[in-house]
């Protein structure tokens, strides 16, 4: 089955030890800093801060699910440790920051995307996106064209995450265009950033290239591609209010779906079925008729969505 990824790449799956040639510029007020904890008897971090330098992933993500529970008052901390030279600790640190989302860490984050290590930088454009940090896209755009392909995949999304109407004209111009160009990017989760990143702009005029990647070759890239169709001729998506695809736009999302439900894989089919149930496409009931004679997710799908759309024949039978 696929499942539309939360972000870009998994974060848990990159290693901490890729290397890259950037060197880290260190921070001097957060390598200086000196932290002390308002911890209300709780026990000191420092044990668990130290743990994040461990050569062993399980010993690490043991510490940092502790770390966690320390809430705010850890940041601080973790912005020191962002300058640390094990890059185990730097990689923890940053990928710590992202979760706790406090922007105080932004602009650590922002020099972490020059780290050594892609996989620190790639956790740093990822924690960006997810603190929405407009003040970062001058220093994310740079990226765009990097060759490690998880960092260039965060960074993509990060854009779109981090887009905002009040940006001048010219950067709003310059995150689009990158954004539209991920589109045709050679990896897979490059693309599937670039439609998770064009759903913060509305899909603004990037229909066709929606329509491309919903026949794209790898299945994780239509999944994502066949639900971004489903938004766009429904309207749901971000915006004032947009109005439901019409007209020619409307024939072209639903001939598209309908082509997506011959698709072999169930979990796009369902999608399609659920798109075309979002656009109220009664045009396809013919087609979901067929698909009764489908599995048994095929089956269920199709004669709900033909109830919904106030389908008065019974089920069809082999």
Request: with cysteine; charged share 25%; net charge neutral.
């Amino acid at each position: 089955m696929v499942k539309k990824p939360q972000t870009a790449i998994s974060v848990d799956s990159i290693h901490p030890r890729r290397p890259r040639t950037v060197v880290w510029v260190c921070l001097g007020v957060a390598a200086a800093a000196t932290v002390v904890l308002a911890t209300c008897g709780r026990p000191s971090p420092e044990p668990l801060v130290n743990l994040l330098k461990s050569e062993q992933s399980a010993i690490r993500e043991k510490a940092a699910g502790k770390l966690l529970g320390y809430g705010d008052e850890i940041v601080p901390r973790l912005i020191t440790e962002v300058g640390s030279g094990y890059t185990t600790a730097r990689f923890e640190s940053v990928r710590l920051l992202g979760r706790l989302r406090d922007r105080r860490a932004i602009p650590i984050l922002i020099h972490a995307l020059e780290d050594r290590s892609a996989n620190v930088a790639a956790l740093a454009a990822w924690g960006l996106g997810e603190m929405r940090a407009t003040e970062a896209i001058p220093a994310l755009l740079p990226y765009t064209g990097e060759i490690a392909r998880d960092l260039r995949a965060e960074v993509i999304r990060a854009l779109g995450l981090c887009y905002a109407d009040s940006l001048p004209a010219s950067t709003a111009d310059s995150v689009y265009a990158a954004v539209l160009v991920a589109f045709g990017d050679e990896l897979p989760k490059v693309r599937i950033a670039a439609l998770q990143s064009m759903h913060e702009f509305g899909y603004r005029d990037a229909l066709n290239e929606v329509l491309e990647l919903s026949r794209d070759a790898e299945p994780e890239v239509r999944y994502v591609a066949v639900q971004a169709l489903g938004q766009i001729g429904s309207g749901r998506v971000l915006g004032e209010s947009p109005a439901a695809a019409q007209g020619a736009r409307r024939d072209l999302i639903v001939r598209a779906l309908l082509d997506a439900i011959a698709e072999p894989v169930q979990s796009i089919r369902t999608k399609a079925v659920r798109a075309l149930e979002m656009m109220e496409a009664k045009e396809a009931m013919a087609t979901l008729r067929v698909l009764e004679h489908g599995t048994d997710e095929d089956k269920r799908e199709a004669r709900r969505v033909l109830d919904n759309l106030g389908d008065t024949q019974p089920p069809q039978t082999r």
